[in-house]
């Protein structure tokens, strides 16, 4: 076996910011990636996809944003650019298309399987995020063999689905653009609507997610946040950063012609089940946005910055009798794309570190086992640990952990 002062576990944003770090401290380490870096975004968004947050959020350690556009959202081939370049410059020590088949420890040295070859660590950083298996409920299994069906990760754009209605289940981030992307290029779109929340895009002349930055939403603590840890298992807001940046309001899309309906309870005979639950959804994502808007009322306030006047939100379209079913064929639905998530797989993880659920428990991403540690999962730390924003705080932080600890090492050898 090889052996290195630490293995990390994933070459993605999260991986390789903890390598920027660890090069920093002069800590040898290997990076094993199962693909390439950046493949989630180059495999696993639509052609259409862009940033939700600006671009000034992009802060990779030691590579801030380096375009033009800092206000503006970077598209897929964009995000790809910003990724491949961190490469170049940080020059990182990777292994790619390698998977880890299995992680242990035995004694105080972890062992890592890998389809190229059984690698030892004193320390390990598992940086594969928390995206792992694609989420297709099983009531799929009853639609009728005649409709494609399509996960969110799968789905590229409009012309590759048959001619048709497209049904879209789920009103998350992707559900909500994906269904935009499709009503964009002219297909009847029929969108089973749940709990996500929205959030406005801009706001008293800033993008919203400026004043919220400025409030220090960003930088606030799990610990800190009013639901605790409960907030890892919360939906993100809705909105786009399409064409520039705009809001992602349901109700305009109703009035556009896209049929909105609850969630989507079994399927019978061709027929869905739907739930009554399409108005209070709609009033919940509304009430979301409009707390949004209330707090930067408030924080502009107590700040006394002079900003500009927006009148209130007023509800455009409200649904009327919702029917409890819907005939597919009568529709004329012929694809069904699930935006309906993803599941954690940490089951190769020997290491007695998970909760319950599978969920890997950590203070900061530091596991109670020591020597191990995650990192580039939503919430880690802070909203933006899973996201190009906050990553770098994160890996900054286990690298300062891994350097204390390595110190140990060698002093107690």
Known sequence: MTHYPVIVIGGGQAGLSMSYYLQQAGIGHLILEKHAPGHAWRTE??????????????????FPYPGGDPFGFMKKDEILGYIDAYVALIEPPLLT?????????????????????????????????????????RVGERLPETVLQVHSSH?????????????????????????????????????????????????RGRDAVEWLCDMGHYDMPVDRHPLGEKVRGKANHYLTGRDGGREIDLRRFALQGMRLHGRLRGVDNGRLLLGDDLAANLDAADAAYMRIRAGIDAYLAEQGIAAPEEPP????????????????AAAGITSVIWATGFRSNFTWVEVPVFDGKGYPTH?????????????GLPWLYTWGSGRFSGVARDAGHIAEVIAGALGALRQSA
């Open 363 to 375: 203070r900061r991403g530091v596991s109670a086992v020591p020597g191990l540690y995650f990192l």
């Open 97 to 137: 298309g390698v998977t880890v088949t299995a992680l242990r420890r035995e004694g105080g040295t972890y062992v890592v399987e890998s389809t190229a070859g059984t690698y030892s660590a004193d320390q390990v950083v598992v940086a594969v995020g928390g995206y792992h298996i694609a989420n297709i409920p």
């Open 155 to 203: 789905y590229r754009n409009a012309a590759a689905l048959p001619e048709g209605a497209v049904l879209v289940v789920g009103s998350g981030q992707s559900g909500c653009q994906i269904a935009e992307d499709l009503h964009l290029e002219g297909r009847q779109v029929h969108l089973c609507v749940g709990s996500a929340p929205r959030s406005p895009r801009r706001y």
């Open 313 to 328: 939100y007023v509800p455009p379209w409200q649904p009327e009798a919702v029917a409890a079913e819907l005939d597919l």
């Open 45 to 62: 968004r639509w052609d259409n996809f862009c940033l939700v947050t600006p671009n000034w959020q992009c802060q990779l350690p030691g």
